[in-house]
């Protein structure tokens, strides 16, 4: 059986990103995307949705992974926000029994283009500030000119890339010596939510699919 994977996103970028990874391990896993992006609260949003939507719920058994695809800010240091999100992802863990269900959290700093310059260069630039984001917008644009938030066609261009952002990303968690862990662990996702330095986890979910790929 396919591992069913459900996915829950900020931002139109991570849609177009999502929508490539569906189509590219479609014979390893069955990857599912919210219909639309959270308005407010991913977290919230999510326990709503498995809470009162007969959709999720009635699959919540059959569900193996759920992944947060976000940016972690400036703005969601604080250790009250780092509790709800918590207890969110413990609830969904809970939904299914024996295995639990494994929640991933698929965070970059700042903002998704980070992320996309993985696929191209090892770098660690600044993310928080509104400036640091649309210099990271405009780095992303001198490889892929055609790059916008939310388009297909050029985020179609980046993600093939993946297994650099995989190498990228992995040793830029390395580097950070202050991290309680490198495994993927509440108290290390803690800890980056609650530091913001410049980081990315989505590779583990890379990994975790390629790693399908190399069991058939």
Same mark, same amino acid.
């Given at each position: 059986?396919? !591992?069913?994977?459900? /996915?829950?996103?900020?931002?139109?970028?991570?849609?177009?990103?999502?929508?490539?990874?569906?189509? #590219?391990?479609?014979?390893?896993? &069955?990857?599912?995307?919210?219909?639309?992006?959270?308005?407010?609260?991913?977290?919230?949003?999510?326990?709503?949705?498995?809470?009162?939507?007969?959709?999720?719920?009635?699959?919540?058994?059959? $569900?193996?992974?759920?992944?947060?695809?976000?940016?972690?800010?400036?703005?969601?240091?604080?250790?009250?926000?780092?509790?709800?999100?918590?207890?969110?992802?413990?609830?969904?863990?809970?939904?299914?029994?024996? !295995?639990?269900?494994? &929640?991933?959290?698929?965070?970059?700093?700042?903002?998704?283009?980070?992320?996309?310059?993985?696929?191209?260069?090892?770098?660690? !630039? !600044?993310?928080? $500030?509104?400036?640091?984001?649309?210099?990271? /917008?405009?780095?992303?644009?001198?490889?892929?000119?055609?790059?916008?938030?939310?388009?297909?066609?050029?985020?179609?261009?980046?993600?093939?890339?993946?297994?650099?952002?995989?190498?990228?990303?992995?040793?830029?968690?390395?580097?950070?010596?202050?991290?309680? #862990?490198?495994?993927?662990?509440?108290?290390?996702?803690?800890?980056?939510?609650?530091?913001?330095?410049?980081?990315?986890?989505?590779?583990?979910?890379?990994?975790?699919?390629?790693?399908?790929?190399?069991?058939?």
């Amino acid at each position: 059986m396919k !591992p069913l994977i459900y /996915v829950f996103y900020e931002g139109e970028s991570e849609q177009q990103y999502i929508d490539y990874l569906k189509s #590219c391990f479609s014979d390893v896993a &069955v990857i599912k995307r919210c219909s639309k992006r959270a308005s407010t609260n991913l977290f919230a949003d999510t326990k709503s949705r498995f809470e009162k939507d007969k959709k999720y719920r009635d699959v919540a058994e059959a $569900t193996d992974e759920i992944w947060f695809f976000f940016d972690v800010e400036s703005k969601d240091r604080a250790d009250e926000i780092w509790s709800e999100r918590l207890k969110t992802i413990n609830y969904l863990r809970k939904l299914r029994k024996k !295995p639990n269900i494994r &929640v991933r959290l698929l965070m970059t700093s700042g903002c998704v283009e980070y992320w996309f310059m993985l696929h191209f260069k090892d770098c660690a !630039p !600044p993310t928080q $500030t509104d400036a640091d984001k649309k210099k990271l /917008v405009e780095d992303v644009k001198k490889i892929i000119p055609t790059y916008k938030k939310g388009d297909k066609d050029s985020i179609w261009k980046i993600a093939p890339n993946y297994p650099t952002a995989i190498k990228y990303a992995q040793k830029r968690l390395q580097s950070i010596k202050e991290i309680p #862990c490198i495994e993927d662990t509440d108290e290390r996702n803690h800890w980056l939510c609650k530091n913001c330095l410049t980081f990315s986890t989505v590779f583990e979910a890379l990994d975790f699919l390629e790693s399908l790929n190399s069991m058939v």
